[in-house]
């Protein structure tokens, strides 16, 4: 890491407030309130995060808040609680009981409504599944599902009786499985014959047979009976979920688990290098999932809410279960592919469903731009009253055409800036009381102590960018990699003295409002100023040709360092040298002379983690036209690759 500051030149201006119906209704309805709760926290951190947790339904109260031994947090300290009770059964003497807690909508077209209580029962009959076969408290349990009701089942009845899962995203090759079974130490993997995308099965258990070749630890899976795909059951491993279920009682304990027994690990998305294996808590992760739910997608009883990311990321964990449940709202939950058989999938969903508050990702809102708004607008979108993005930095055009077309200027958008470490949203604005840029994550969540900093943890003064921080710890933060202490104090706490380091680049405008610059490993070094990868991007998304662009540095003999830009067009548009010259004019005239990129390549698509994050670090190899060295596990699809070297002859 340079010791430098970073040169911001992103010059966006627009400012939206949100309307006065939006704020009447508002959770949090202003700044002012915003800033009382930030005030409160910021004078007693501990008083501010106790009085929350006392909402939650504890087995037994804790004796300290917090106890803070650099690198290491232990919150809520002596006391004892249960997730799956919080998400549950403390609903089920109210009238949600039956409510719909997840509504399901599968790939062809099937759907499955649970309430509270269905849910419960389903929970509980699991837990006792899991407990026949030999699955005891602090056991690890892998979950290689599609998306599926029984996925949040499992998860649930796992947190139930104390084990921690592991879910594998069900798009990981046989190979990413047995390497994620084995770092955890697996007991058992829970699977399925299969799963729709794209009107194709996508095979699971077979991959799961590969890699329990090699996973020493486990040797007992649970499938669970999709898409009625011929697989091969070996006796005395593999049990149908459904074989399993029939004689499970229904009444299971909630085991009252410690603060900080783990609740799940799960693997980063690999964008810049190795995924890890992050570790997080029971109470400290359940508070902080459920209060920047609340406040952050401004929940009300009634809302239908839907995020669209897979559980199989962290944004699944907190934001499709366990912060939604946790709140007893009901959350919209869909097997397959957004595009799928149509361009359109994902607003039939929401019109059937009457979705009120919609989160998502920059990854599809660009894809979905690059189809045409023709296919927004053939739906009814009038349930929509916010929408979300979470990921990847949102470049302001992508923004703007969310609010548009989707948002019909109504609607308040949440950009809202965290990880699979932070475990909850730490950047965002507060619906009602925040007006938003586009482009900006805005404000920190209250209680969340972010800032810019030089290498030395000096705050860089507003305008400047510099590395973005945590000076504080936060409840639901990681509690380690899983089985590599020296990974996480090295990834996370060693770069700037004293305080968590998140691996980005980021600048405060003279509101005190975040932007987001982008990876600090992906900075442009540029005749003496460093670039950060979003503000060029975003010059190129704003041409109306283009959808998509990543740009990296490349050696360059005469400067050191020369931009590359990788460029993918909307439909329809033909590549040419004329463009070249017309997007590198473009660059120059929206952000000025010194990001004018030396280097244009079309590209039909860029390398993605599955996840939907662009992978600069690869195009970095393409563009110095050396090999791909480091981790491609997490590559979407290994073809885009392979084509973008081919462009280059
Ligand atoms: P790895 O850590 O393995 O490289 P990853 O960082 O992509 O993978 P995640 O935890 O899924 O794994 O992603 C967190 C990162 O995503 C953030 O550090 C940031 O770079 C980016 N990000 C998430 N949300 C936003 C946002 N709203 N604006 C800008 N960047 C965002
Ligand atoms: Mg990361």
Redesign the pocket.
Known sequence: MESESITSVLKEKRIFKPNKGFVREAVIKSRAEYQRLCKQAEKDPEGFWGNLARELVWAKPWKKILEWKLPYAKWFVGGKINVSYNCLDRHLATFRKNKAALIWEGEPGDSRTLTFQDLHREVCKFGNVLKNLGVAKGDRVAIYLPMIPELPIAMLACARIGAIHSVIFGGFSALAVRDRVNDAGAVLVITADGGFRKGAVVTLKEKVDEALKETPSAQKTIVVKRTKSDIVMQKGRDFWWHDLMVGASDKCNAEPLDSEHPLFTLY??????K??GVVHSTAGYLLGAMITARWVFDLSEIDTYWCTADIG??TGHSYVLYGILANGVTSVMYEGAPTYPAPDRIWEIVEKYKVNVFYTAPTAIRALIKLGKEWPLRHDLSSLRLLG??????NPEAWIWYHEVIGKKRCPIV???????TGAIMITPLPGAIPTKPGS?TLPFPGISADVVDRNGKSVPLGSGGYLVMKKPWPSMLRGVWGDSERYQKQYWSDIPGMYF???GARRDKDGYFW?MG?VDDVINVAGHRLGTMEIESALVSHPLVAEAAVVGCPDEIKGTGIVAFVTLALGNPPGDKLKDVLKAHVAKEIGQIARPDEIRFAENLPK?R?G?IMRRLLRDIAAGQETVGDTTTLEDYTVLAKLRQEED
């Open positions: 980063t998305s690999g964008t810049t290098g995924p890890k990321w962290v993005t979470v990921g990847e930095p949102i950009d809202t800036w965290w990880q699979t470490e994550a998140t691996g980005d987001v990876r983690t996840s994050k």
